[in-house]
């Protein structure tokens, strides 16, 4: 959320997010996960259909390239360092990019079955 708002995207997000203190998580005899008192800091939640939002009025606003309507989307060359997005646009027309790709589309889309799988990498020592 502050990353956000602190690059300009977004300040509804402080609107409409909320800071999420702590977490209980769904299994038994779990107990409450607090943010608040682990870090210091409550953990902001923003729904992720308002991000893509936020970020596609900042991009639009910055005059820049949002496609919608795109088809037979596909990811080349996933294991090597020139990945490739192709798509065709509601025009029919054939693109291809090659600069910058983000899968965020969920860890349930179509894009994350692409991904290798590889070992869970830790963030805790």
Do not use: K
């Amino acid at each position: 959320m502050d990353l956000l708002v602190d690059t300009g995207v977004s300040d509804w997000v402080r609107r409409v997010g909320y800071q999420h203190e702590g977490i209980e998580l769904a299994f038994s005899n779990s107990p409450r996960i607090d943010c608040q008192g682990l870090v210091g800091a409550a953990t902001g939640l923003y729904p992720q259909t308002d991000v893509f939002i936020s970020l596609a009025d900042a991009r639009r606003h910055d005059d820049g390239d949002i496609r919608f309507g795109v088809t037979d989307v596909a990811v080349d060359d996933l294991t090597t360092n020139s990945l490739a997005l192709r798509f065709t646009d509601s025009d029919g027309t054939g693109h291809e990019i090659r600069r910058f790709l983000v899968g965020a589309d969920g860890s349930r889309s179509l894009r994350h079955r692409e991904v290798p799988s590889r070992p869970a990498q830790s963030v805790l020592p």
